[in-house]
């Protein structure tokens, strides 16, 4: 059975169920899609549960707000004390105060609990939590812990560090989630994000650990490094590692749409033993080559798929990538940007993609400039 770490009175599984990537039914890749596959999503839930996996995240948005149904559907068949499950308050779908409790009676009605094990204040960075304290949202989920529809409050992040430091010094936290991964140890600052969270006895919760699966589907040579080292461990396991040999991380979150996936991390994560100072050199030494690649750092988490235009960014950004990393031609890359209904040429700069990424991509200079001068 998979490692488990202590969080107040009991046990979580360091590995999580992340359902912002679940198996669809499409063949196209990293787009913003409700057609979830109900069964193979169910063996993915059942194969977790059945190995220890007590940890399930879903929010609002993700799937086009078909992700909480289907996670509410698919534990349905367990006690509801056997597992925990997790999901966010997206503040900025919240155009008046009331709107709040519009959304949290949604999410339970669309899961189909009572309760929340873990509730977060959603993508909080100045513009979000600027909001949420004009809202009063950390008021609102107090309130509702204390009516017991919710059992521990946490935020997760994507902002500055100034940011971070002023969210932790304004409220109690039971927990919180930043994007922690080998790449984002420097490239995003995650090392003193974590040691800030750690400091103020926060316990983390790691968000894309392997970066999109970017660090996953890694160079020959840096492949070649890691098998060097761990000839039997997969690459991914590397970047699982990596943030599970931090002490202060409660659970690491991984959207994972196979059992080929699921079960490398189940086997990274049973009888897990943390990394010594020279894996640690090896995974640095992964980031300063992955750093010199031309692609673009999108990890199709698809926050900005609520596009005006319905321009479909992280689609057009992984043909791009795919390219990029040798995996299709020029041609190809070409006949696949063709097919997308709304592309590039739709963009009229207006910046909301953008202001909702997590990795700070410039999205309308990539349409505007990098993208037409590729597809042409």
């Given amino acids: ?5 202590k969080f107040k009175d009991t046990e979580i599984s360091l590995l999580g169920l992340g359902t912002m990537r679940l198996p669809c039914k499409t063949a ?6 409700p057609l979830i596959d109900y069964e193979k999503g169910q063996e993915l839930v059942d194969y977790a549960y059945n190995h220890g996996v007590n940890y399930f995240d879903t929010a609002y948005m ?3 707000g078909k992700s909480e149904k289907f996670i509410g559907t698919a534990l349905k068949k367990y006690p509801r004390e056997s597992f925990y499950l997790a999901d966010k308050l997206p503040i900025w779908l919240c155009p008046k105060k009331s709107d709040m409790e519009k959304v949290f009676s949604k999410q339970l009605s669309r899961t189909g ?3 929340f094990d873990f509730y977060l204040l959603h993508s909080l960075n100045k513009e979000n939590f600027d909001k949420c304290e004009k809202f009063g949202a950390y008021d609102f989920v107090v309130k509702k812990k204390e009516e017991g529809k919710i059992k521990n409050i946490g935020f997760s992040f994507h902002g500055t560090i100034e940011d971070l430091k002023r969210i932790v010094a304004s409220h109690k936290w039971d927990f919180a989630q930043i994007q922690m991964n080998y790449l984002d ?3 995003q600052d995650a090392k003193t994000q974590y040691e800030i969270l750690t400091d103020a006895g926060i316990p983390v919760i790691v968000m894309e650990p392997v970066r999109g699966g970017k660090l996953a589907e890694v160079d020959s040579d840096i492949e070649e490094m890691f098998k060097k080292a761990r000839p039997n461990n997969s690459v991914a396991s590397w970047a699982m590692s990596f943030v599970a040999s931090h002490s202060n991380v409660l659970t690491v979150l991984s959207g994972m749409n196979t059992i080929e996936q699921l079960d490398d991390n ?7 033993t943390p990394f010594t100072e020279s894996e640690y050199k090896i995974c640095e030494n992964a980031c300063a080559m992955l750093n010199k690649s031309e692609v673009i750092p999108c990890t199709g988490c698809d926050y900005c798929a609520d596009c005006p235009q ?10 791009y990538n795919q390219f990029k990393k040798s995996e299709i ?6 006949n696949l940007y063709s097919k997308i209904d709304v592309n590039a040429s739709a963009c009229v700069n207006c910046g909301k993609c953008a202001s909702h990424c997590p990795q700070s991509i410039d999205i309308p200079d990539k349409m505007n400039n990098l993208i037409p001068e590729f597809f042409k």
């Fill in 1 to 5: 059975m998979i490692d488990k770490r």
């Fill in 28 to 33: 196209i890749k990293r787009e913003a899609n």
């Fill in 62 to 64: 993700y799937h086009v």
């Fill in 113 to 115: 609990m009572d309760y």
């Fill in 185 to 187: 140890w420097k490239n």
């Fill in 266 to 272: 189940i086997s990274t994560f049973t009888d897990f």
């Fill in 310 to 319: 319905g321009i479909k960014i992280s689609t057009i950004f992984d043909i």
């Fill in 329 to 334: 031609s020029k041609d190809e890359a070409v």
